[in-house]
């Protein structure tokens, strides 16, 4: 199962995540890295330790976007011999794909094994979700692990879904967005948050550095911030 291997180090603005993989397992990511000077991070450069087969998928809205990794790819149009690398599932040519931070992404792995996630690391990132009920995969652009109650989700309402990937189950962790809640056990009032839709109460849920999640929000946009 997929496991957070490092924290980010990022003393030169410069970070690395590893994580673990199982073979043919789907795993949700997210990517708060950047590549140097430029507003996103190029899929070519993001990915250290790709074997042919694997695959990383993009959700649009309504469809995926399917890359698979190539040793080498040979291009009739520009006569150009590519050497490993991203190749866009549609076109079976090497992928010109800009990944913004915040957009999260499946990878599936051929095999069991670690590969590292690396790029420029910034603190103040947001990442911008459409919402209008629609659902959209993204992830909290920060690099270090965070408490959900403590992430601003502007323009969120009540009733407003996330949901967590549990690779174990095969299943998700939903949460709602709620105005208030009261907790009879503990006879507290808590304000606007996340509450687990499994017990109905006040979420105490943490989430790793790159974990991407699913957003539904009937809002036209949604901010999110740390």
Request: proline share 4%; glycine share 10%.
């Given at each position: ?18 994580v673990s ?10 990517t708060?890295?950047?590549d ?7 899929i ?17 809205g ?12 040979y291009?009739d149009?520009y ?8 190749n866009?599932d549609?076109?079976?040519?090497r992928?010109?794909k800009?990944?913004?931070?915040g957009?999260?992404?499946w990878?599936?792995?051929q095999?069991?094994?670690n590969?590292?996630?690396s ?23 920060t690099?270090?692990t965070?408490?959900?109650q ?21 299943t998700?962790d ?18 606007p ?6 017990t109905g ?6 989430v790793?550095?790159?974990?991407g ?6 809002g ?5 911030s740390?």
């Amino acid at each position: 199962l997929p496991a957070w291997a490092a924290e980010v180090y990022s003393s030169n603005i410069v970070g690395y995540q590893k994580v673990s993989l199982d073979a043919t397992e789907f795993s949700l990511f997210g990517t708060q890295f950047f590549d140097i000077g430029e507003s996103g991070i190029d899929i070519q450069s993001l990915v250290v330790g790709a074997e042919e087969g694997d695959s990383i998928q993009f959700f649009n809205g309504t469809d995926y976007e399917v890359y698979s990794f190539a040793p080498e790819t040979y291009d009739d149009t520009y006569e150009v011999d590519y050497g490993p690398g991203w190749n866009s599932d549609e076109t079976g040519l090497r992928a010109q794909k800009t990944i913004q931070p915040g957009q999260a992404f499946w990878y599936q792995s051929q095999t069991t094994k670690n590969v590292t996630f690396s790029g420029e690391v910034k603190t103040n990132a947001t990442v911008t979700a459409q919402g209008l009920g629609s659902f959209q995969l993204v992830n909290i652009a920060t690099p270090s692990t965070v408490d959900l109650q403590s992430v601003n989700f502007e323009g969120i309402s009540e009733g407003d879904v996330i949901e967590f990937y549990n690779p174990q189950t095969r299943t998700y962790d939903t949460f709602s967005y709620a105005p208030e809640t009261y907790d009879e056990t503990y006879e507290t009032d808590f304000g606007p948050g996340w509450n687990s839709d499994e017990t109905g109460l006040r979420a105490e849920k943490m989430v790793d550095i790159g974990v991407g999640f699913w957003i539904q929000a009937a809002g036209a946009e949604i901010t999110i911030s740390r």
